[in-house]
């Protein structure tokens, strides 16, 4: 049992120093993300609604001062905390004047009072089912406060009297408590900035707030106010009460619902998901990119299922097809040719420029350039688009009667170095073959060799080292 308790002891230390060591995670939602001070005031008109109340115009006699039994002024502040979107702590303050009638009496008075209250984002407390920025917000508070109050009677005549009616009347000048209930609107004009609008009860716990005493257990008073808060924070930061959590939570589950099938679903096959295939419409067979982006191995545009010539240079300009635009035909691209007219069957250097012929009795055409031959993968077979290659080496030679050309074979390091040595020097023959054959060059003037895996010409692009390079010798 000792050893139970042990082991359980340990367990427990141990779980406590994991839980320790492990730092909070602050969320979206944490009220450091958000403004949660605000200070603000307000004016407005102040009600009696005891046992002499405002605007009760049946006791209003035409003796009676034509100020008093109506509205009086009022003004209130506030320093408000919140600790959520949806709850919060606010100290009000303020100051009122009252006054108010009843049959053959008035009275006139004021209060100034204090009070800590509950906050309650009412706006927050409701589901919408959808995620919008938000700027409206309707607060509830109650709270406990005190309050120093005085309150004078008066008969119709003006004069202050001890009794009216049967019911005993005191000058009022009293500390007493009060219970204060606030339904408070607020409309965001900026980060910083609310329009406010509020109704407050006030109620003290005292019968006579209106110097009227008949027994009630207390009097209270109504106000009606409008004003601005402010709320401090950094400009970045948005405003806690406009803010709602759940809004947000509920809206990321429908993105999470409806990401669902685009994350398990592949329309076109690709082996990409629709949540993240950029093209969701690639034909079968066709191979992508991890984004499902058909490949473009030469980055020309054209993906490689419709490139011609998926081997042209970075940078090159191509035709619709993918095939590198050369106007003269010298093997050298527009985009790099600075010499765009050279005659057909000009030697070359590899930016397009003119050196000597070799067509009179040799030794010319050192520094040529003649473009190489590039091949797909294990593949000893010349295609379509390097016989384009192959016209402008053939037109070179037929130019130049006495130059002679080295084919070299590469291949990329895939595979067993002496199977791609083969490999290279059949690619170096097959090429030969093509100039022979379909172009009608000497075979006398064409030497083929080998280099195999030896001279990778691009690291990682091994579509570039899978080739047959040409020189003149």
Request: proline residues 3%; without cysteine; hydrophobic residues 35%.
């Amino acid at each position: 049992m000792k050893r139970i308790n042990l082991l359980f002891g340990l367990a427990l230390f141990s779980f406590s120093a994991i839980a320790q060591d492990q730092e909070p995670v602050i969320t979206e939602a944490h009220q450091s993300n958000f403004r949660t001070w605000s200070l603000g005031l307000n004016v407005g008109a102040t009600a009696s609604l005891g046992d002499a109340a405002s605007y009760f115009f049946g006791d209003k006699t035409d003796a009676m001062p034509s100020g008093v039994g109506g509205f009086e002024i009022g003004v209130r502040g506030h320093l408000t905390k919140w600790f959520s979107p949806m709850i919060g702590v606010s100290g009000t303050g303020g100051f009122h004047q009252t006054s108010g009638t009843a049959r053959n009496y008035y009275y006139e008075g004021n209060f100034l009072d204090g009070d800590i209250s509950l906050a309650f984002n009412l706006t927050n407390m409701f589901l919408y089912g959808r995620e919008y920025q938000r700027k409206h917000a309707m607060i509830f508070t109650v709270g406990l406060g005190a309050t120093y109050l005085t309150a004078t009677g008066f008969n119709e005549a003006g004069t202050q009297v001890s009794s009216v009616g049967g019911d005993k009347l005191d000058a009022v000048a009293a500390f007493t408590t009060v219970l204060p209930l606030k339904l408070w609107y607020k409309r965001q004009l900026n980060d910083t900035w609310d329009l406010d609008i509020l109704y407050r009860n006030t109620f003290a716990l005292i019968d006579g707030a209106d110097a009227l005493g008949r027994g009630v257990n207390s009097d209270f008073f109504g106000y009606l106010g409008v004003g601005a808060t402010y709320n401090f924070g950094d400009k970045e930061k948005k405003n806690i009460i406009y803010y709602s959590p759940y809004e947000g939570l509920f809206a990321d589950l429908k993105e999470i619902k409806d990401n669902y099938g685009k994350l398990t679903n592949d329309d076109d096959g690709d082996g990409v998901s629709n949540l993240f295939d950029v093209d969701n419409a690639t034909p079968e067979g066709v191979n992508v990119a991890a984004n499902g982006a058909p490949m473009d191995s030469d980055g020309d545009g054209i993906p490689d299922y419709m490139d011609s010539d998926p081997f042209t240079a970075k940078g090159a300009k191509v035709d619709s097809e993918g095939r590198m635009i050369d106007s003269d035909g010298d093997g050298v691209g527009d985009y790099m040719d600075a010499e765009a007219n050279t005659p057909k069957g000009t030697l070359v250097n590899f930016k397009g420029i003119s050196v000597a012929s070799a067509g009179n009795g040799g030794g010319g055409g050192v520094g040529a350039y003649l473009p190489s031959v590039f091949f797909n993968f294990n593949s000893a077979s010349v295609t379509d688009a390097n016989y384009l290659r192959l016209a402008a080496v053939a037109s070179a030679l037929k130019a130049n009667p006495n130059v002679k050309v080295v084919l070299t074979g590469h291949s990329d390091a895939i595979g067993a170095e002496e199977y791609n040595r083969t490999l290279a020097q059949r690619r170096a023959d097959g090429v030969a073959k093509a100039l022979t054959q379909v172009f009608g060059v000497d075979a006398s003037r064409i030497e083929t060799k080998s280099s195999g895996e030896t001279e990778p010409l691009a690291s990682g692009r091994n579509n570039i080292n899978r080739r047959v390079d040409v020189s003149v010798k």
